[in-house]
């Protein structure tokens, strides 16, 4: 009661600041239009425009609107628009009305070919789904955060994690083998069927994150059946000289530092060719709950990319490659010598004081060595007046070696490693022909795993071939889409018929899966800022190699897994609905999803432990289960004024067994946030300073019986979070500069979907402090 008293106390003394400090001015006026051909008269969807007085940034939708809001009248505005291939234009608005409606329309150059990104318009253009974005103050508050920790902040996702070290993305209570992530355009392929298996991405290269929520199976393949997030570096510089950026975190919690960099330059006089280099470093020791420090959780990281563009008339190419490598140490509490002594430290409130520790950065066993190196190269070519055809092949190699606490032994190797090379080609056909827009591609995948030491999961090889086209009518305001997809994958296993037994005779058994994919989507425009879209699509997927297979201690999430050979294909038909209202005081949207999955696969508790050489551990089986998902996500705004605007979040998902109605484990609570945010006056040398109050409020999963889990679910939680960010102007140069306080209040608390809440609280209070500097003339983006 105290602490929500507090926490209610603090909101309200923002809002009676924000009140005091309102000016009398009207700031809730829009300006809204379209960007169009100048001789055709097509929409230039992808198109991007900026306020140049204040920096907002917006790219045009799928019908080549854009709009922005929050603009004061009586002032004047000047909009840059760009589009690759197009002669850029600037024009010079007054506001004078509560709408000023501006229509664009470009020249095209003619040496020049508009480069098409394959993300973007492969999602943001064709697909009618939910879709959410992280970028702007929102993603520049994320720096230093995990992929998985970052996206918390957008409804309907969450994180699974493994301890305070370990997280990846949730969508709608999916995740891992339901989950595509794509860096910069390749889909990733690491290990990821593991819970404790985080995406081996680097945050810090991103421009934006995009979330599509839902089947996007059509376009993406079979393992894209729960959403997919796309990691979008920006667009290279071809007309820049050397600029770039600087970024540094500091994190209290941990002692965490990282350091971050980036440069970028255009080569030659004709702009024909660019480079972009990146680089991260982070150091972090143990973490602390309000009440201890958990021993063995350091990590370190060392990331880097290199991006090479060249266009030439028609022809645009760009090769990437990126390096990810990191040092995890896992929470020594998780790994424990009897059974009778892990039943103890699932009931305690605490670890036992040999799991608890001081802040160092020492790791020692358990903890994992992961390495991940990516080279893609993509080619883009026009095909007369009809389209571009895109050309790509990537190739990524996967190291992971796990040490275990090797009892009563001095051996100081590796006791698991994978090593797992995927190799990825498409081609495919991007037309815009006026009111019909549309793609029809081939992709196709390898992938081989080798492992040495103790049996997890047996050597595989793998083929993956689909086939798929997507095609959107625009008429008005009414946009239709439908798509099919076929997708057929062979994989071989190799081992031994008794794992336990080295002299057993090797098998090597077979599995062929192909299915059809398909997805239908209506979307209506009721206004310039209201449009409603729903989606219908059936999407599937094959058992992965960990859910057929599976023997053994998972090392990073502290559990012994068995698979099942005799596992089907999974198989759903999803249902997704939505209403967006993008300008005005107040705007929001409102989503819901219905998922009906037969043959549903995941990890049950056993409910009894394990003992096992390497200590004792709690034991879980893949099963399958036919299951209906629901669910909800919801956001508000309200603008009050120039200075202060209010936030409303919630997202809910309910998950039952269709067999028995029980409610599914391991599916995240509802969740619920209260953000306020205040904005102050510009001076001449601070500028877009806002503080920002975050209350999020997560309920109890009390629909998962106590019978069900090992522990009963946590009880529920409210946390406090508080940002600070403004813009410094010194000299000729703009500086971002932010402090975050997370969980302000230092809240003891457990999160359902940590897995190992069996064990400790999550993490305390921890200030943040984020300085982004910029090198050459460009600019840090605006917070």
């Known amino acids: 009661m105290i602490v929500k008293i507090k926490i209610w ?34 929409i230039l969807p992808g198109a991007s425009i900026t306020i140049k007085e204040d920096k907002q940034f917006s790219v045009v939708d799928d019908d080549s609107h854009y709009h922005f809001n929050q603009l004061c009248k009586g002032n004047t505005y000047t909009l840059q628009i760009n589009f690759l291939g197009y002669q850029q234009k600037e024009i010079s608005v007054q506001i004078k009305k509560t709408a000023t409606e501006i229509n664009v329309f470009l020249s095209p150059i003619a040496s020049q070919l508009a480069e098409v990104n394959v993300q973007a318009q492969g999602v943001i253009n ?43 993305p949730v969508i709608h209570g999916l995740h891992a083998n339901r989950i595509l992530i794509y860096n910069n355009g390749v889909r990733l392929e690491g290990q990821q069927w593991g819970s404790e298996h985080a995406p081996e991405i680097d945050p810090f290269i991103a421009n934006q994150i995009t979330v599509v929520k839902g089947a996007a199976s059509v376009l993406y393949g079979s393992d894209a059946m729960g959403g997919i997030v796309l990691v979008e570096p920006s667009a290279l510089a071809f007309n820049k000289k050397l600029t770039g950026q600087v970024n540094l975190v500091g994190m ?13 330059s255009a080569v030659g006089k004709n702009a024909n060719f660019c480079w972009r280099l ?72 605490q670890p036992l ?23 893609k190269l993509k080619m883009s070519y ?114 031994r018929q008794n794992v336990l037994d080295d002299k057993s005779p090797e098998i090597q058994p077979q599995f062929n899966f192909d299915q059809v994919s398909a997805t239908l989507g209506m979307g209506y425009q009721f206004t310039h800022d209201v449009k409603w879209t729903s989606t219908l699509a059936k999407a599937w997927r094959p058992p992965s190699i960990n859910e057929l297979f599976s023997f053994g201690v998972h090392h990073g999430s502290g559990s012994f897994e068995k698979g099942d050979k005799n596992l089907k294909e999974e198989s759903s038909i999803n249902f997704t609905t939505g209403l967006t209202k993008t300008n005005g005081k107040l705007t929001g949207e409102i989503n819901g999803y219905i998922y009906h999955t037969d043959n549903y696969i995941y990890l049950k508790p056993d409910l009894l432990p394990v003992l096992t050489v390497l200590g004792a551990f709690p034991s879980f089986t893949y099963v399958q289960v036919n299951t209906r998902f629901t669910g909800a996500d919801f956001l508000t705004q309200y603008q009050f004024n120039k200075f202060f605007k209010t936030s409303v979040k919630y997202s809910f998902v309910r998950a039952y067994n269709l067999a028995n109605n029980n409610h599914l484990e391991f599916i995240p609570p509802d969740k619920a946030s209260l953000i306020i945010q205040a904005s102050l006056n510009d001076s001449k040398k601070i500028k877009n300073t806002s503080i920002d109050i975050t209350i999020n409020h997560f309920a109890k999963q009390w629909r998962v019986k106590r019978e069900q889990d090992y522990a009963p679910t946590p009880n529920a939680a409210t946390v406090l979070n508080i940002d600070l960010s403004s813009q410094l102007l010194l000299g000729k140069n703009s500086f971002n500069l932010s402090l975050s306080c997370i969980n302000a209040l230092n809240t003891p608390y457990r999160d359902y979907l940590n897995r190992f809440r069996y064990y400790a609280d999550e993490t305390g209070r921890n200030f943040i402090l984020r300085l982004q500097i910029p090198i050459g003339k460009g600019l840090p983006n605006k917070i």
């Open 9 to 42: 106390l603090t909101a309200s003394l923002i809002i009676a600041f924000a009140y005091k400090t309102a000016l009398a001015q009207n700031c809730n006026n829009l300006i809204f239009g379209t960007i169009k051909d100048a001789k055709t008269k097509e």
């Open 126 to 168: 064709k697909l009618l789904q939910t879709q959410s974005q992280l970028k702007g103050k929102e993603l520049e508050l994320s720096r230093g955060l995990s992929l998985g920790e970052a996206l918390k902040t957008i409804p309907g996702l969450s994180a699974i994690q493994t301890g305070p070290t370990i997280s990846k």
């Open 252 to 264: 209290s919690n941990n002692g965490q530092g990282a350091v971050a960099t980036m440069l970028e």
């Open 278 to 349: 990146q680089t991260t470093y982070k150091v972090a020791g143990n973490s602390k709950t309000p009440d201890y420090y958990m021993k063995n959780t350091g990590f370190n990281e060392r990331n880097a990319a290199l991006t090479l563009g060249y266009r030439q008339n028609k022809l645009n190419a760009e090769l990437f490659a990126s390096t990810f490598n990191t040092k995890l140490g896992i929470f020594s509490g998780a790994h424990i010598g009897s059974t009778t002594d892990l039943l103890n430290a699932i009931n305690l409130p």
């Open 353 to 375: 004081k040999i799991y608890q520790s001081n802040l160092n950065y020492n790791i020692d066993r358990p903890y994992q060595n992961v390495s991940h190196n990516l080279v």
């Open 382 to 495: 026009p095909v007369g007046d009809f389209g571009v055809l895109h050309a790509q092949y990537s190739n990524q190699q996967n190291n992971r070696e796990e040490y275990d606490v090797v009892r009563g032994s001095v051996d100081k190797g590796y006791q698991l490693k994978f090593d797992l090379n995927t190799q990825n080609a498409e081609i495919f056909l991007d037309h815009n022909l006026k009111k019909l827009q549309g793609k029809v591609g081939v992709q196709g995948m390898y992938q081989q795993n080798y492992y040495d030491g103790r049996y997890l999961i047996p050597f595989f090889t793998s083929y993956n071939g689909g086939i798929f086209l997507i095609e959107k009518y625009t008429k008005n305001k009414l946009s239709l889409e439908g798509g099919l997809r076929y997708d057929y994958k062979y994989m071989q296993a190799r081992k």
